[in-house]
T-cell receptor
C-alpha cells in the first residue's frame, strides 16, 4: 500500500528565509506522481508543484522547488525567500494513475512565517 | 463552470438523518474525487470516479457512505444515518484524467456538522 509521511507537524521561519518541508513516501510502484498542496486558513487547496517519478530534474515553480531523492523516497518542498502569505498548512501527496490509485495525502505541516 | 462547485457549503443535521452532498466538477474533467478532512487534520481519501465508474472506493469508511456520478459530470456523496464522527469538511476535486501530473482542482468543500 502507498503511504505518505510528513514528520513535521509545525515549522517556524522568518520572512525572507528559506524553509524545507519534509515528505517521505512508500510505494512498491515504479511509476508515480508526487504533489505539494497549500491550504491557507481559508480552507482552499492550492496546487503548488508536481514531480513525476521518471523526471530526472527536480521540479521548480517560482519560489517552490521539490527536492526529489528517489532512492531515499523523499520529496521535500523547499520554499525560498519566505513571505508572510506563505503561512499555511502544506500537504505532500502521491498518486499512481497507472495502477488506478487516487491521490493520497500526508497529514500536513503547518508553516508559520513571522516578520 | 469556472471551478469545482460544491453544495451545500454548510450543513447542520441531526444525528441519524441522511445527508446528500453535491459536487459539480470543472467542465470536461473526467476524474472526480471525494475527500474528508476533520478539523486540523489531513485529507482522508474516500472515493474516486473515472467517468461514471469508481475504480477505487476503498476509502469509504462504512456502508453508510455511498457515492454516485451520472453523465460523467455531477457527483453526489450520500451519508445515511449520520453520526457525530461524520462531522468534517467534505472536499471534492476533479482533473482531466490521471497521470502525467494532471493537476487536481479542489472545490471549497461542504462543511458538515452532525448534532
Amino acid at each position: 500500500a502507498q503511504k505518505i509521511t510528513q514528520t513535521q507537524p509545525g515549522m517556524f521561519v522568518q520572512e525572507k528565509e528559506a524553509v524545507t518541508l519534509d515528505c517521505t513516501y512508500d510505494t512498491s510502484d515504479q511509476s508515480y506522481g508526487l504533489f505539494w498542496y497549500k491550504q491557507p486558513s481559508s480552507g482552499e487547496m492550492i496546487f503548488l508543484i508536481y514531480q513525476g517519478s521518471y523526471d530526472e530534474q527536480n521540479a521548480t515553480e517560482g519560489r517552490y522547488s521539490l527536492n526529489f531523492q528517489k532512492a531515499r523516497k523523499s520529496a521535500n518542498l523547499v520554499i525560498s525567500a519566505s513571505q508572510l502569505g506563505d503561512s499555511a498548512m502544506y500537504f505532500c501527496a502521491m498518486d499512481n494513475p497507472w495502477a488506478g490509485t487516487a491521490l493520497i495525502f500526508g497529514k500536513g505541516t503547518t508553516l508559520s512565517v513571522s516578520s | 463552470g469556472a471551478g469545482v462547485s460544491q453544495s451545500p457549503s454548510n450543513k447542520v443535521t441531526e444525528k441519524g438523518k441522511d445527508v446528500e452532498l453535491r459536487c459539480d466538477p470543472i467542465s470536461g474533467h473526467t476524474a472526480l474525487y471525494w475527500y474528508r478532512q476533520s478539523l486540523g487534520q489531513g485529507l482522508e481519501f474516500l472515493i474516486y470516479f473515472q467517468g461514471n465508474s469508481a475504480p477505487d472506493k476503498s476509502g469509504l469508511p462504512s456502508d453508510r457512505f455511498s457515492a454516485e456520478r451520472t453523465g460523467g459530470s455531477v457527483s453526489t456523496l450520500t451519508i445515511q444515518r449520520t453520526q457525530q464522527e461524520d462531522s468534517a469538511v467534505y472536499l471534492c476535486a476533479s482533473s482531466w484524467g490521471q497521470g502525467a501530473g494532471n493537476t487536481i482542482y479542489f472545490g471549497e468543500g461542504s462543511w458538515l456538522t452532525v448534532v
